[in-house]
């Protein structure tokens, strides 16, 4: 089974638009993490959210965490073509070695 | 901001070459990992390594990958003799601990290998 699947797999907007997308998973984790990447370049950390935590805020990111659906969701409000970008979300289980377990993936298309 | 870097940033290779993928992680971090990412897919951890030794690794990390910590600096990933679906790109990464709930990894710009 798979660990950290986003939905939707693709998402496009035009500028100004608030982006949402959704990340479920299976197991119970310690954390998880939002990355967003751009097209063939690294990972950049945005945000973690604790699992005893179920809202956090970030500039323009707002990332929500409900453990018992087992499900996370990231906003990104106002947003800019610049935003355009895959956004990843990973979760974080410490008693498996540390690692972090990555879904598909949202690929977000702002158009200006 | 202190940042992860890796080298080189893209490497062509022959099948059945050895190659080495480098790596600095951020300097006082304890735990690195490497992961893979295949064009189009998704992020894959291959290996974590703490205290000079793999703590947990994929399935992926046969016999054919090997990591080492050479220096007080370096983490290097190999790949004993490539094969075409080794072509991907390797993230390298680090983070200050593991059993924190506040875990975060810190992730360098990837080394994308072509094997030819």
């Known amino acids: 089974s798979q660990q950290g699947e986003e939905d939707p797999q693709a998402l496009s907007i035009q500028e100004g638009e608030n982006a949402t997308m959704n990340c479920s998973y299976k197991?119970?984790?310690?954390?998880l993490q939002w990355y967003r990447q751009n097209s063939g370049r690294g990972l950049v950390h945005l945000i973690l959210i604790r699992s005893n935590e179920r809202e956090k805020h970030s500039g323009r990111l707002r990332v929500t965490l409900d453990t018992s659906k087992k499900s996370s969701s990231l906003l990104i409000t106002a947003s800019r073509a610049a935003d355009t970008a895959s956004y990843f979300c990973a979760t974080f289980i410490y008693n498996q070695g540390g690692k972090l377990i990555f879904g598909q993936g949202t690929e977000l298309s702002v158009k200006p | 901001e202190p940042e992860v870097t890796q080298t080189p940033s893209h490497q062509v290779t022959q099948m059945g070459q050895e190659v080495i993928l480098r790596c600095v992680p951020i300097?006082?971090?304890?735990?690195f990992y490497w992961y893979r990412q295949i064009l189009g897919q998704k992020v894959e951890f291959l290996v974590s390594f703490y205290n000079n030794e793999i703590s947990e690794k994929s399935e992926i990390f046969d016999d054919q990958f090997s990591v080492e910590r050479p220096d007080g600096s370096n983490f290097t990933l190999k790949i004993r003799s490539t094969k075409l679906e080794d072509s991907a790109m390797y993230f390298c990464?680090?983070?200050?601990?593991?059993?924190?709930?506040?875990?975060?990894?810190?992730f360098g710009q990837g080394t994308r290998l072509t094997v030819v």
């Open positions: 990464a680090s983070s200050v601990g593991k059993q924190s709930m506040n875990t975060e990894a810190f």
């Open positions: 300097s006082n971090h304890l735990y």
């Open positions: 197991t119970s984790i310690n954390n």
